[in-house]
């Protein structure tokens, strides 16, 4: 079965420090990636996504992502982060096998200190 | 613009009571899931509908079943509530194309006592 995994659970950092957090899976064929991210109290949205193509993803209030395929890996980066930025974040894969099914990674608590 | 409809928001039931939880779309997505969410597991798939009159199940389907009688309703039932079904539960919808990913409910928050 395809698996995510997303390290480092609980991250603490201050404002203007940068993020990176892992995503791994498991899956060795055609992947669609994703993350996401849920602020506190909130529902789930939508980030950023790697379909094909450049392999460096740029998405929504300065986030990125590089996906590598030889690491099986989808990082997402930010250069400075900003308080609000406190949330937590959810690596997602689909194997693109006729279904839509995200299988979704344990999730990263990021809590950004002012 | 309302996307995907949650009720109820909360949610409190004694054990082996009954509930149904409703989630409702206004996107016309083919697809709709019903996922839960408990600290440090993430989400973990429930039921899935790929179209009206269809349901699969998940990850975790246990204890829980699903109608989609009509195409922009996907409705989660607990028969017989148990605090391990004390959680978060989201809803989401998707096109039949996974491009657009899914869009999510804001989540109703169950607690069994």
């Known amino acids: 079965a395809q698996s995510v995994s997303q390290h480092n659970h609980h991250v603490i950092l201050s404002e203007a420090a940068s993020l990176e957090l892992g995503c791994n899976y498991s899956?060795?064929?055609?992947?669609?990636l994703f993350w996401y991210v849920q602020y506190p109290g909130q529902h789930l949205q939508l980030l950023l996504k790697?379909?094909?193509?450049?392999?460096l993803v740029k998405g929504i209030k300065g986030f990125e992502a590089e996906f590598i395929k030889s690491k099986f890996s989808f990082n997402l980066r930010k250069p400075s982060v900003q308080w609000s930025d406190t949330a937590e974040y959810f690596c997602?894969?689909?194997?693109?096998?006729?279904?839509?099914?995200?299988?979704f990674g344990k999730g990263n608590q990021v809590v950004v200190i002012p | 613009n309302a996307g995907v409809t949650q009720t109820p928001k909360f949610r409190v039931l004694k054990t082996g009571q009954s509930m149904t939880l409703l989630c409702a779309q206004d996107?016309?997505?083919?697809?709709m899931y019903w996922y839960r969410q408990d600290p440090g597991m993430g989400l973990r798939l429930i039921h899935y509908?790929?179209?009206?009159?269809?349901?699969a199940k998940g990850e975790v389907p246990d204890g829980y079943n699903v109608s989609r009688l009509k195409k922009q309703n996907f409705l989660l039932g607990l028969e017989s509530a148990a605090p391990s079904q004390t959680s978060v539960y989201f809803c989401?919808?998707?096109?039949?194309?996974?491009?657009?990913?899914?869009?999510f409910g804001s989540g109703t928050r169950l607690t069994v006592v």
């Open positions: 790697y379909f094909s193509g450049d392999p």
């Open positions: 996107m016309n997505h083919e697809y």
């Open positions: 997602a894969v689909n194997t693109g096998h006729g279904n839509n099914r995200l299988a």
């Open positions: 989401a919808s998707s096109y039949a194309q996974i491009n657009y990913g899914y869009t």
């Open positions: 509908s790929v179209g009206e009159g269809t349901t």
């Open positions: 899956y060795g064929g055609t992947v669609n």
